[in-house]
């Protein structure tokens, strides 16, 4: 895949989320669009950039049909720090419940474990050779240099030149036999040859016993008082015993830690949230006023959206790691917007959010599509799954159109449930493979034709109050 400069252009995204998602071209457009033109704003001049607004969208469509998909892609594709949240989570500041910046935080702690991964990727050789270090001193410990002051200590009493050679040369020697006896050892460590034998080391004792009971919504604070109490903690050495295999693996996450610059792994973090950092606020359609008609809970809903207001238009946020801010965040809400219209947002949340898209339902020719053609296809899935018993099991033509020809008509009967339906058909068809597999069933071909489609599924589609509750 070429890069240009380092982001995606909006046909590539296009051709990417292609690999994984059927159709709904409108909305994967104008996420490719809104993901460059992040992008493009950077790279406008410092006065003008500011006047750019994000390009946050609203993905509007009925469940299943690939909203939540498509973001998630989306953040892959790009490496962003990416969240999703519900909307109808999140309470009004000063009410009991999550409020809304509690959100930017969670993204930041993410992009913490993001980078602080890639760094442990980094440093990994590093660390297990220092781990390798340790377990060598403990099993054949160097012999101390020969300083000056230990050898002159009052039972070498140093006369003459001669003595003081012979001296020398004795540490010489055993610094060489040593050396010998050490380069020996590593050979049979790297080997793997001493991996059972026990050996007894010191590690960092585990920080238990302290609980910290914080008020409600301690993540309010934006500071974890946990962390804060154990790291004024002394850390306590503690022997252990174990054997040689597992105390590389514990040394060699100790020396990771110690080689890992924390705070650098931080404001790398804080950057790629500031600049990259993707928010998915699903069920936005909850939030909106025209939800349900019972008055009370209206107020508070509109509560939450004043509170989204400040934080999709840019503004600054405390968390652990410091002050975030989330100017350039790109926001994606989605909702099915059955009752509510977007119209029925506040229009200041309207306005931060100026893409709407509409996804299609999908038909059963999507549902051909879906079940085979994407890299992670729920026939490719079930046959991996399969294969681990030694099975090869075929999908025949006639199979996969029936399949998606009974999830079109069960979803149009029953309830449009989207792309969800091949689940449900599918566990439904396969049930007795999965259960009988491997001892039951002695196979290893399996073809699933149309006719056994028909006879597994058709009884259950044709009653209305069967197929309701299991398909
Ligand atoms: N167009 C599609 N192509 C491929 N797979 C799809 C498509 N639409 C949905 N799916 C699959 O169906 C499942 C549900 O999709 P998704 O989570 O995107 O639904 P959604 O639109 O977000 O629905 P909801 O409104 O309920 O959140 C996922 O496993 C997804 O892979
Ligand atoms: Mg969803």
Redesign the pocket.
């Known amino acids: 895949m070429k890069y240009s400069n380092g982001s995606l252009t909006p046909s590539q995204t296009v051709a990417e989320l292609d690999k994984?998602?059927?159709?709904?071209g409108e909305a994967k457009r104008a996420v490719a669009i809104a993901l460059r033109n992040r992008w493009r704003r950077q790279q406008v001049a410092d006065d003008l950039r500011d006047e750019i607004m994000p390009n946050n969208i609203i993905l509007i469509?009925?469940?299943?049909?690939?909203?939540?998909?498509?973001a998630r892609r989306l953040a892959k594709l790009s490496k962003a720090p990416f969240i999703k949240v519900e909307a109808s989570k999140f309470t009004e500041v000063g009410y009991v419940g999550r409020d809304v910046e509690s959100m930017i935080r969670d993204l930041t702690d993410i992009a913490v474990n993001m980078v602080s991964a890639e760094k442990k990727e980094e440093i990994q050789e590093k660390a297990d050779e220092l781990a390798e270090e340790r377990i060598l001193d403990i099993l054949i410990p160097p012999v101390r240099k020969p300083v000056v002051t230990e050898i002159k200590s009052e039972d070498v009493v140093v006369e003459d030149a001669e003595n003081e050679t012979e001296v020398e040369a004795v540490v010489k020697d055993e610094t060489l036999q040593n050396e010998k006896t050490r380069e020996w050892m590593k050979k049979k460590l790297k080997n793997g040859e001493m991996d059972d034998k026990l050996i007894e080391f010191d590690a960092n004792a585990p920080q238990i016993g302290v609980q910290v009971m914080g008020p409600m919504g301690m993540d309010d604070m934006g500071m974890n008082i946990q962390e804060i109490v154990s790291s004024m903690m002394p850390k306590k050495k503690k022997k252990r015993k174990t054997t040689i295999e597992k105390a590389r693996k514990l040394l060699s996450q100790e020396e990771a830690q110690k080689l890992i610059d924390m705070e650098a792994v931080q404001t790398e973090a804080i950057r790629r949230v500031q600049e990259t950092g993707m928010v998915f606020i699903?069920e936005i359609d909850k939030v909106a006023s025209g939800s349900s008609d019972s008055r009370g809970p209206d107020v508070s809903r509109e509560g939450v959206q004043r509170d989204l207001l400040p934080i999709v238009e840019g503004s600054t946020v405390n968390t652990k790691y410091g002050p975030v801010k989330t100017d350039h965040i790109l926001f994606i809400a989605?909702g099915?917007f059955h009752i509510a219209k977007p119209s029925d947002l506040i229009p200041e949340l309207q306005g931060r959010f100026p893409i709407r898209v509409e996804?299609k339902s999908?038909t059963e020719e999507?549902f051909v599509k879906?079940l085979t053609v994407?890299e992670n296809a729920l026939l490719k899935q079930y046959s991996a799954l399969l294969k681990t018993e030694g099975v090869n099991v075929k999908f025949a033509d006639e199979a996969i159109s029936e399949v998606a020809r009974t999830a079109a008509y069960v979803n149009e009967e029953v309830e449009n449930i989207?792309?969800?339906r091949l689940h449900t058909i599918l566990t439904t068809l396969l049930e007795d493979i999965l259960f009988n597999l491997p001892d039951k069933l002695d196979k290893k071909k399996i073809t699933i034709d149309g006719k056994l489609v028909n006879t597994k599924l058709d009884e259950i589609v044709k009653n209305r109050d069967l197929s309701k509750y299991i398909l």
Not at 20 to 24: A, D, E, K, L
Not at 61 to 70: N, S
Request: glycine share 20%; net charge negative.
């Open positions: 994984y998602i059927i159709g709904q469509g009925p469940t299943g049909v690939g909203k939540t998909e498509i699903d989605s099915a996804l999908l999507d879906i994407p989207g792309a969800r």
